[in-house]
């Protein structure tokens, strides 16, 4: 179990590395478009497309990391009043009965939409937009495959703190 836990958090903490770089080109992508929009009169759709490319596969790379390390958002009304043991109870019973259960069907779903994508060979709708639209919906299903993994090793952890 430990060899698994110490696998999963490594893929985890690799893609959020690799996440570091959909973040730079963002940045560089947002900064290029504002310059050639504002001082250029310039609009490029492609660029704006791939804006929203970047970001939504930085976020879907770095779910599962940011859920391993409980930096998540969380409502803390409830959870500060409730005991360690009690909050780690209803970590695992939230896991086991809706976060695997959510991202199976997510990355089922998410094969199929990006398959039925690549078979169409889907573009953007836009005439200046990006082709290949299959590539960024193929980030879904492995992004919720991530958090997936992520849950498992939460899992890990929460139960071998409460065996332990």
């Given at each position: 179990m430990v060899i698994l836990k110490r696998i999963?958090?490594?893929?985890?903490?690799?893609?959020?590395?690799?996440?570091?770089f959909f973040l730079i080109a963002l940045m560089l992508t947002?900064?290029?478009?504002?310059?050639g929009r504002r001082f250029m009169n310039t609009s490029s759709v492609a660029l704006q497309e791939l804006e929203w490319h970047f970001h939504g596969a930085l976020f879907l790379l770095c779910l599962g990391f940011t859920y391993?390390?409980?930096?998540?958002?969380?409502?803390?009304?409830?959870?500060?009043?409730?005991?360690?043991?009690?909050?780690?109870?209803?970590e695992i019973f939230g896991c086991l009965f809706f976060l695997i259960p959510y991202c199976t069907v997510v990355?089922?779903?998410?094969?199929?939409?990006?398959?039925?994508?690549?078979?169409?060979?889907?573009?953007?709708?836009?005439?200046?937009?990006?082709?290949?639209?299959w590539i960024i919906k193929s980030f879904l299903?492995?992004?919720?495959?991530?958090?997936?993994?992520?849950?498992?090793?939460v899992l890990l952890n929460k139960s071998e703190d409460e065996n332990g």
């Open positions: 999963v958090d490594y893929i985890l903490k690799y893609t959020a590395y690799i996440g570091r947002i900064i290029i478009d504002v310059v391993m390390e409980d930096a998540h958002v969380r409502v803390d009304l409830f959870r500060e009043k409730f005991t360690d043991k009690t909050n780690r109870l209803i990355i089922y779903f998410g094969i199929e939409f990006t398959l039925k994508s690549y078979l169409a060979n889907e573009v953007s709708s836009a005439a200046e937009g990006l082709s290949h639209r299903p492995l992004g919720f495959l991530l958090l997936g993994l992520s849950a498992v090793s």
